[in-house]
């Protein structure tokens, strides 16, 4: 039986490798959405412009717009008489943040009362916009610290300083490079397994298969064991990437990281081979790995923190392999993660995998009897 | 004004290799023109080229008397093409396809009640106007190809292989309708793999090797053969093992089997002694026959390929002597409110050849995928070699081999990975393993093809590396699938001489054919219709039930045909009572 699995693994791998359509799909497009994807979806806010609709004559309104002026993100900085004119300039996606001093702003600071600052953001923009609003509200946090310190009648606030771990200094790549490495490692065998028993079917050769002496497990087996094999070759490549491309410190274990990755190809492995189980042609099983790879993603942690997540959502980003996946590898990369942090991500994922895979075994025997 | 077709020097090639060769040709209204020869040989591309969809290298077609390069929109517009497998849209209705081709050929909106219900009236296929064309037998798909092929009122008609596929009853609705076209003036050109179809146009173009080997009358090409055909009548015993042992005798050419008779023909004029002797040892009586066209047709292209089946020869003969070897009882499935297989029990004995014939749609493929264990039966149960495939081990099914319409082999594998892949899930191994391989390959000449993909290889060598995968675990029983569609009759001849030969070494064949002449072939033939097995005789006596006073000796096709036909009215009155 062990030669029957042999030639079944042999078999997959000559067709996957023959064919230069599935190799240009499988290994170059995960290469290219690595570059891609790093560059374009930057998290980083830069040339920021912002309206002024300055009420106020003091020294304080000029205080912060002289900081605000010489902010890193900030790109041009340009009074605008009204509210009205700011509205309109909005409406063109002149400004993205507009900053209103009252009228009594720098009156209230000097009594030592609080003064409020007031800003509007385009919502159509709504990340850049939340990031700005931070960077300002840190350069306003600043201000208050600097003028609590100068006026000697007032008890010193205790300011907070902010410091990072693992990403001293909050280096976007640090943080999007091995989440998209792991979201790539997804693609490779998911869609490879997805689309091998649809072909087969389209081929007419699977009812050769199942008169064969060839078991619907073996069957399963021998597909699996390629698209592993492939899983840890994209995986690989974009680590490689990763550091030597992006320079992204590796501090993990090696070792520990491809264990991680095991459990997560055999998972995402399991729901390929589920799909093309139910699938009787390759345009359904594309159709069917479409349908799961956005929620996969989605609900990963990797666009939206699982957190802000409504409660049902989260529970299914409890079954999420990629969610799991992701946590190993930022972990792996970023936090020297031992085994025993490996092992407790990568139990669920264990538990995955035995599901789909004896889920796509049954389907087979099932559509068999 | 007469329409016609004319080819002038026409040449085309594909990547160096000539397609066709300095072609000179005029295809006539009112006349079917039957455009014949082996796999390979042009004819898709010459029918490609007629409709206007490639351009010739050389030369120049004109289509009622438009040039195919330079007013290709004319061409379109006067002719209806009906490729190998129509486009048609599986998930419209009849209807909705009819409409689809009436736009797309820009067909004015007040002619089109009056086309449609013409055409629908035409094909038969009134009553499934609201059906999914995806629900249509494969006959029925055929004639709303037809259809919508004619919508457009085209002068000239052309069918690449229409009848492929589809059982002889559909055939003979599909020549009917055609023949009637032709009648009306049409050019009609119609490209066939089956003999008899060519026997019945009017003029027949033979190309052999991107060459026209023989253009004219059927009738003047069989007439090449006056003296040569011969017919070896009531052979005693085993036919088949007759028909091996004549074709292997000096002066034959080429043979068939024909109910209890064997068709033969002879390189020269006068049987040879040998032959005599032969035929007298078969108890039979040798007598000169009228030639018919396939007679010439294999003569022409160097005769058939004689009855040594080498592989047959090396194989051992088979073990397992049970009596019956494959069984089924009370078999039934149901799809929903649809029965596709209603009831039906018969056994095969061991070494004997089963033919499954029925109509397109009649549930032969379910009935066959019970047998082999891929579909589960609403009721009823399938034994093979006495054990029920579906929950078997993996060892019983080491016992069948099987081979489908499609051959099944991996186009992105090397016909060697194929035969290492085949000969590995078989559990073959080690120097046995290397062996068998070795042995397919030589046995089937496979060798110059070794490194090449099955998808790029000649249709008849596809079939031999298929066979070739079936055989090489030294299977009991084999389960053929429809394996000659679309093959030609030289090919045909090759492939049943191998299974006569294994046949002889006790191995069982359950096998479904549309090709009649395969049915002789077989030992015993099983006639399934509307999902009942409706007869289950030899061949001759199926033949012999339909005889009348009118029709003293009928053919497998009029027997077929027959009791179809009588069923299906029987079905009829039943359903009004």
């Known amino acids: 039986m062990l030669s029957q699995l042999y030639h079944s693994v042999i078999k997959e791998f000559l067709t996957f490798f023959r064919d230069p359509g599935t190799r240009g799909v499988l290994l170059a497009a995960p290469l290219m959405q690595v570059l891609v994807f790093s560059f374009a979806a930057s998290m980083e806010v830069r040339n920021v412009d912002i309206a002024l609709i300055n009420e106020d004559s003091g020294r304080w309104s000029q205080e912060f717009i002289a900081r605000l002026r010489s902010a890193e993100f900030v790109g041009a900085v340009e009074t605008v008489p009204t509210m009205q004119s700011f509205s309109n300039a909005v409406d063109r996606q002149r400004y993205l943040v507009g900053v209103r001093f009252p009228a009594d702003f720098s009156r209230r600071i000097e009594r030592g009362q609080s003064a409020s600052v007031q800003l509007t953001l385009d919502g159509r923009r709504a990340n850049a916009g939340q990031i700005a609003s931070a960077y300002i509200g840190t350069i306003a946090a600043q201000m208050n610290v600097d003028i609590r310190s100068n006026q000697p009648q007032t008890r010193l606030a205790p300011g907070v300083e902010l410091r990072h771990w693992f990403n001293p200094n909050l280096e976007f790549f640090w943080f999007i490079v091995p989440a998209l490495a792991a979201s790539m490692v997804l693609i490779t065998p998911l869609m490879m397994t997805a689309l091998s028993i649809a072909r087969e079917r389209e081929m007419g050769t699977f009812d050769q298969l199942l008169v064969s002496p060839v078991t619907p497990g073996q069957i399963i087996l021998g597909k699996t064991l390629p698209a592993v094999f492939a899983g840890f070759f994209s995986g690989s490549l974009i680590t490689l990437l990763a550091v030597y491309a992006f320079k992204i410190p590796f501090v993990g274990n090696v070792g520990l990281m491809y264990c991680g990755m095991l459990c997560f190809v055999l998972a995402v492995t399991g729901i390929g081979l589920t799909v093309s189980a139910v699938t009787n042609t390759q345009q359904q099983a594309m159709l069917g790995v479409f349908f799961c790879m956005i929620p996969l993603i989605t609900t990963s942690g990797f666009v939206t923190p699982v957190e802000n997540m409504p409660a049902g959502l989260q529970v299914f980003a409890e079954i999420n392999p990629l969610k799991h996946y992701i946590i190993i590898v930022q972990g792996c990369f970023l936090k020297d993660y031992g085994w025993r942090e490996i092992a407790t991500n990568s139990w669920p994922l264990v538990v995955i995998a035995t599901v789909m895979l004896t889920s796509a075994t049954m389907i087979l025997r099932s559509r068999l009897n | ?577």
């Open chain 2, 1 to 577: 004004m007469t329409v016609s077709v004319s080819v002038a020097d026409l040449s085309k090639s594909f990547a160096q290799v000539p397609a066709l060769k300095a072609i000179n040709t005029l295809f006539a209204g009112g006349q079917i023109t039957g455009l014949v020869g082996p796999d390979g040989a042009g004819k898709t591309t010459l029918m490609r080229l007629l409709a206007g969809l490639m351009t010739p290298d050389t030369g120049a077609i004109t289509v009622a008397g438009f040039d195919t390069v330079t007013q290709k929109i004319q061409v379109h517009e006067a002719t209806g093409y009906m490729p190998q497998r129509f486009g048609l849209y599986e998930d419209l209705s009849v209807q909705e396809n009819l409409r689809l081709y009436a736009a797309l050929r820009e067909l004015p909106e007040q002619q089109r009640e009056a086309t449609f219900t013409r055409l629908l009236k035409f094909t038969g296929l009134t009553p499934f106007t609201t059906r999914l064309a995806s629900r249509l037998s494969g006959g029925m798909k055929q004639k709303l190809g037809l259809a919508c092929a004619l919508i457009a009122r085209p002068q000239v008609l052309l069918l690449d292989e229409p009848s492929v596929g589809v059982d002889p009853l559909s055939r003979r609705e599909l020549w009917k309708m055609v023949r009637e076209l032709s009648g009306e003036g049409m050019v009609v050109v119609w490209s066939t793999a089956y003999l008899d179809e060519a026997d019945n146009c009017d003029i027949v173009v033979l190309l052999d090797d991107g060459a026209i080997a023989y253009q004219g009358s059927p009738q003047k090409l069989s007439q090449r053969l006056d003296g040569r055909s011969y017919l070896a009548s009531h052979v005693r015993g085993d036919r088949r093992q007759w028909l091996v042992r004549a074709l292997e005798t000096e002066g034959v050419r080429d043979g068939v089997i024909q109910g209890d008779s064997l068709r033969l023909v002879l390189s020269q004029a006068q049987p040879t002694s040998a032959l005599k002797e032969l035929v007298a040892a078969a108890g039979g009586e040798l007598s000169a026959v009228a030639p018919r066209f396939e007679d010439a047709y294999i003569d022409l292209l160097g005769g058939g390929p004689g009855g040594h089946s080498e592989i047959a020869a090396r194989m051992e003969p088979v073990a397992d002597s049970r009596s019956t070897m494959v069984e089924c009882k009370g078999l039934t499935k149901r799809f929903g409110e649809f029965v596709a297989t209603d009831n039906v029990s018969f056994s095969v004995a061991r070494g004997e050849i089963l033919g499954l014939l029925g109509p397109n749609g009649a549930g032969k493929s379910t009935t066959f995928k019970m047998l082999c264990g891929l579909l589960k039966p609403s009721a009823g149960e399938a034994l093979v070699a006495g054990i029920d495939l579906r929950r078997s081990s993996s060892a019983a099914k080491l016992k069948l081999g099987y081979m489908a319409q499609k051959f099944s082999l991996y186009g992105l594998l090397s016909v060697r990975q194929n035969l290492d892949f085949f000969s590995g899930i078989y559990g073959l191994r080690g120097r046995l393993r290397q062996q068998r391989i070795e042995e397919m390959i030589e046995v089937f000449e496979l060798d110059p093809y070794l490194q090449s993909s099955p998808d790029v290889l000649p249709l008849g060598f596809k079939q031999r590396l298929a066979l070739a995968c079936a055989l090489m675990h030294r299977p009991d029983i084999l389960f053929l699938d429809e394996p000659t569609s679309g093959v030609d009759p030289i090919t045909r001849r090759e492939f049943w001489t191998h299974i006569t030969g294994l046949v002889n070494n006790g191995v069982t064949v359950l096998v479904t054919t549309h090709f009649m002449d395969e049915a002789e072939y077989c030992d015993r033939v099983a006639l399934v219709n509307q999902g009942q097995l409706i007869a289950l005789d030899t061949p001759d006596a199926l033949k012999a039930s339909v005889a009348t006073a009118a029709l003293p000796e009928p053919t497998m096709e009029e027997a077929f045909i027959g009791l179809i036909e009588t069923q299906n009215a029987l079905l009829q009155t039943e359903a009004l009572t």
